[in-house]
């Protein structure tokens, strides 16, 4: 188990947007991971996209995530 911050990349204004969640892998050996499992807070990473979203618009790139 472990705490993964998913960081978006810079919108054009050098302001950063995260948001964190729990991770749960499990080892199957020999190099290999048998599942992953990502546990996070839907009422907070979605205000954080559109806030990301809103930057990256503000700052003449695309809107809406894309690129």
Not at 41 to 49: D, I, Q, T, V, Y
Request: hydrophobic letters at 35%; a negative charge; one cysteine or more.
């Amino acid at each position: 188990m472990c705490w993964v911050w998913n960081r978006m990349e810079d919108p054009g204004d050098g302001s950063i947007h995260q948001e964190g969640n729990i991770t749960l892998l499990d080892y199957a050996g020999d190099g290999l991971w048998s599942r992953e499992e990502d546990i996070y807070n839907p009422a907070r990473f979605g205000p954080m996209l559109e806030r990301w979203a809103a930057a990256r618009a503000a700052a003449g790139g695309v809107s809406g995530g894309g690129r």
